[in-house]
């Protein structure tokens, strides 16, 4: 029989109506909202149990640790057998979840990558909060790396593509357009600051594949991804980095279903306020656009937050199905607030929203779901069904048994750092350089001007501790043939290693430059 709902919970209050959620639905995205303590993150566990049975994978961001229980079966409790008869669930079963961990630093699960240049210009210029002549020279750099075969993957990359256009800038003035030293400059700050945030770690290989998100186990229940946030959440910066790039790879790797049956991926986002406090307002649009297009890829995102004022409106009227936890009112501003939720919703005649919001137990929450044809349900009391899995924080012992036994390790724990940008450009330099000391220092003044600025700004793309000799050996005189022979063989080898890494990096450069057009569409404009 084929699954078309997943069962929230009963009614509250003795109203015994059942609240379900149509999977068709699924995809038109959802809020959880509620005070500390009222229960939105069980409930967040039980939607994602739900989905997880109808086959429909999930992702999950775990802010305070407490979610990874979910990879252990619950245990019995009298309270739980309680609530299940008093909502009519029939049958209570304890069980744990397909889990697969995730960490951005790799240090409670696998690690989550992707390369600056899948990232794309305008997505980090976003970021970055760039101007409009900053944003030129970073699409003047992805546009050179594209031209001369130079993939820029990590954040050293980056640098080293900076620091070029600085060297070179009244060339590639001429070439793309006013290159300032003060674009690069106030460049460089802005990615020391997402650098001070952890994103070293997440910008490499192997980077993440989308499609990885989205397994289901031999039973064909949905993989539930946790993403372990605890660290992540003190760098607001990087978890919009990492969910915007997230929602657009998505959007860029799914085709267009429309409305299917049930989701291809469900998202849950904690803490949602952590992401729009002081968010520019640049990015708030982006979000609402990614939120509004995504829908028809199949994918639906779920919000959790204390209260529905921290998401901004233009993306809480996206928001079709809601779980609505109690609210404390204790000031003018939150009685507004309050009054402002219970207008959201479609009303019951049998109860006042507002007083439902107020008074509504742990456990128990005001809910409203996607009806036929979309329309939202009438308001209900509900009282949240129990989970199946433990509720707390899993034991180290289980995260690394889970951990060791996941397919995921084999690819993604070992990370990459093949042939790439700042390799390239260090090579160029140090052939530079030595061009630089078969010029007679002592000659012509201009020539000997050249030679040494040229030296000097080869230095600039040398890798930390790839420096051998001094300066004074650098100089010396060539002594001997098979010194001569020797350097020679190695201006080859760095040649043959140059043309080697164009040839690695011709369907690199092509493939980016086509995901990054896909990627531009969506977030051309302001």
Not at 148 to 173: C, V
Not at 189 to 205: D, M
Not at 485 to 491: A, G, H, K, L, Y
Request: net charge neutral; charged share 25%; aromatic share 6%.
């Amino acid at each position: 029989m084929t699954q078309d709902s997943i069962f929230i919970g009963g009614g509250g209050e003795g109203y015994g109506v059942a609240e379900t959620l149509l999977l068709k639905y699924g995809n038109r995205h959802g809020l959880i909202a509620g005070a500390t303590g009222t229960g939105k993150t069980i409930t967040m566990q039980i939607m994602a149990e739900e989905f997880s049975r109808a086959g429909v994978p999930v992702f999950l961001t775990d802010i305070k640790g407490d979610v990874s229980g979910m990879a252990m079966p619950g245990t019995p409790r009298d309270s739980f057998q309680r609530r299940a008869d008093t909502i009519g669930l029939d049958a209570l079963h304890y069980e744990a979840m397909p889990v697969t961990f995730w960490d951005l630093f790799g240090e409670f699960g696998h690690p989550v990558r992707t390369t600056v240049a899948d990232m794309g210009p305008l997505l980090l210029s976003r970021i970055l909060e760039l101007t409009d002549a900053q944003e030129g020279v970073i699409n003047v750099a992805f546009r050179l790396a594209d031209e001369e075969g130079w993939p820029i993957l990590d954040l050293d990359d980056l640098r080293a593509m900076l620091q070029f256009l600085s060297d070179n800038q009244r060339e590639m003035s001429a070439r793309y357009g006013n290159v300032t030293t003060a674009s690069i400059g106030a460049i460089q700050r802005r990615l020391l600051v997402l650098e001070n945030q952890g994103a070293t770690q997440f910008f490499g290989e192997p980077a993440l594949d989308i499609q990885d998100l989205m397994r289901l186990t031999p039973e064909g229940h949905g993989r539930v991804n946790l993403l372990h946030a605890e660290r992540l959440m003190t760098t607001p910066r990087l978890y919009a980095t990492f969910m915007l790039w997230l929602l657009s790879e998505l959007f860029e790797d799914l085709p267009e279903v429309g409305d299917p049956d049930k989701p291809k991926l469900v998202f849950f986002f904690d803490e949602a306020h952590l992401l729009f406090n002081g968010a520019p307002r640049a990015l708030i649009e982006k979000v609402e656009q990614v939120a509004r297009l995504i829908r028809s890829k199949g994918v639906g995102v779920y919000f959790i937050t204390q209260n529905p004022d921290d998401v901004p409106d233009t993306i809480l009227s996206q928001l079709g199905n809601r779980v609505q936890h109690a609210l404390r009112a204790f000031t003018a501003r939150d009685q507004q607030a309050l009054r402002r939720a219970a207008q959201t919703y479609r009303p019951n005649p049998r109860f006042e929203t507002e007083v439902a919001i107020r008074e509504v137990g742990v456990g128990e929450a005001v809910t409203s779901f996607l009806e036929a044809k979309g329309v939202p349900g009438i308001v209900e009391r509900t009282l949240i069904r129990p989970p199946s899995s433990a509720m707390g924080p899993c034991d180290d012992a289980t995260r690394r048994q889970i951990i060791a036994a996941s397919p995921m390790g084999r690819k993604y724990d070992t990370p990459v750092d093949r042939d790439s940008a700042q390799e390239m450009l260090a090579r160029r330099a140090e052939k530079a350089a030595r061009e630089a000391q078969g010029q007679d220092p002592q000659g012509d003044g201009g020539q000997a001007t050249e030679a040494e600025e040229r030296y000097s700004r080869a230095r600039r793309y040398q890798p930390p501790g790839s420096i051998r000799t001094t300066r004074a050996e650098d100089e010396a005189p060539r002594k001997s043939r098979s010194t001569r022979s020797s350097r020679s063989s190695r201006s080859d080898s760095v040649v043959d290693a140059f043309t080697k890494s164009m040839a690695r990096s011709l369907g690199t450069r092509a493939g980016s430059a086509i995901v990054r057009g896909v990627l531009g569409g969506l977030f051309r404009g302001r």
